[in-house]
């Protein structure tokens, strides 16, 4: 699938029919959410890192397109890669070393050391992303005002429309604030001109009700590879009980 069928399977939803993107964490759980019948996957940061041995936000950038490179190869879906902030690569480099491992899109956040970059800044550079791109990355902007905090006095769902409008007028595909209450879902997704990605978890709403509520797609995080460790920590217990 190219990059313009990926991009087509983020129109046109109905509203509970989400697009729902497993994450895999390596080439053999890619292909067991291929074979599952998924039409396109969304490798998380948190869980490739895990699956090379680095802590989250510690790959380094050329282990972390090497495994996205891997789970590419395994599947005959697309694949979105989670490449944080862009390792402080230029534009071009980091659009040309994702392209060479035959992703289709990307995630980019709008933090760092753990803050909040300036919206213009991030602005800037999501459109230098998209202009050495041109059509061959879908770009998905990530917001973190939920998990990083606003300022004192500042209303975290005002600024986070204003950040999602800056970044889909800066040429990003869609807009994925990360950790939003579900209860701002409806009107994130009226204010934002972009399809809306949103964070699903064990213990939250369905992906059904995420897309009832304003989503258009459905990403987990590291949360399969998670629950994949606890059932493999089951097993080890078990072993270990004989």
Same mark, same amino acid.
Request: glycine fraction near 12%; charged fraction near 15%; charge should be negative.
């Given at each position: 699938m190219t990059v313009s069928a990926f991009r087509a399977l983020h129109h046109g939803r109905t509203s509970g029919d989400p697009l729902v993107l &497993?994450? #895999?964490w390596d080439a053999a759980s890619a292909r067991v959410f291929a074979d =599952?019948?998924? &039409? $396109?996957? $969304?490798a998380p940061s948190?869980?490739? !890192? $895990?699956? %090379?041995?680095y802590k989250d936000g510690a790959t380094p950038a050329a282990e972390m397109f090497a495994a996205v490179a891997r789970i590419v @190869? $395994? %599947?005959? %879906? &697309? %694949?979105? =890669?989670?490449?944080e902030a862009g390792y402080g690569l230029p534009p071009k480099e980091l659009v040309e070393r994702l392209l060479d491992t035959g992703a289709v899109g990307c995630n980019l956040?709008?933090? !760092?050391d753990g803050a909040l970059l300036d919206p213009q800044e991030q602005a800037d550079r999501l459109a230098q992303v998209r202009a050495a791109a041109g059509e061959r990355l879908f770009i998905n902007a990530r917001v973190d005002t939920y998990v990083r905090g606003v300022p004192d006095g500042t209303d975290p769902e005002t600024e986070t429309i204003a950040r999602a409008r800056l970044y889909a007028a800066a040429g990003a595909d869609c807009i994925y604030p990360i950790a939003a209450p579900p209860e701002s879902l409806p009107r994130l997704a009226a204010a934002? #001109? !972009?399809p809306l990605n949103v964070f699903a978890v064990p213990d939250g709403p369905t992906p @059904? @009700?995420?897309?009832?509520l304003g989503a258009t797609r459905i990403t987990f995080g590291p949360g399969l590879q998670l629950q994949a460790m606890a059932a493999v920590r089951e097993i080890a217990d078990r072993l270990h009980a004989l």
């Open positions: &497993p994450g #895999p =599952a019948g998924f &039409p $396109a996957l $969304a948190a869980g490739v !890192a $895990a699956s %090379v041995g @190869r $395994a %599947v005959s %879906v &697309p %694949v979105s =890669a989670d490449i956040e709008d933090s !760092a934002v #001109p !972009a @059904r @009700r995420l897309g009832e």
